[in-house]
Nanobody, 117 residues
């Protein structure tokens, strides 16, 4: 089992910045990709960004150039730096971890990000 604990959400004004953190514990060896998804009210959960154990990253088009995902392997922590936030970024952000080509997948409890206009 892997436990994921998110932190760093909150309320910010249009154009502001936030940094989310996701600390992983437990059977870390069982995962090789970590990332962030988000779900706005009335919408489906969507990919925001992922990062592999080797450092390869992938971003949703809507956040490219504004968000940066990174990881600290020594701390088993993934970060999401969010700049130039927009009201449409408002959502619950979930940390995700999985092992490629398997059904092994874990989710955090979610953290609310609200961007006011």
């Amino acid at each position: 089992q892997v436990q994921l604990v998110e932190s760093g959400g909150g309320l910010v004004q249009d154009g502001g910045s936030l940094r989310l953190s996701c600390a992983a514990s437990g059977s870390i060896f069982s995962i090789n990709v970590m990332g962030w998804y988000r779900q706005a009210p009335g919408k489906q959960r969507e990919l925001v960004a992922t990062i592999t154990s080797g450092g390869s990253t992938n971003y949703a088009d809507s956040v490219k150039g504004r968000f940066t995902i990174s990881r600290d392997n020594a701390k088993n922590t993934v970060y999401l730096q969010m700049n130039t936030l927009k009201p449409e970024d408002t959502a619950v952000y979930y940390c995700n971890a999985y092992r490629k080509f398997t059904t092994i997948m874990y989710w955090g409890q979610g953290t609310q990000v609200t961007v006011s206009s």
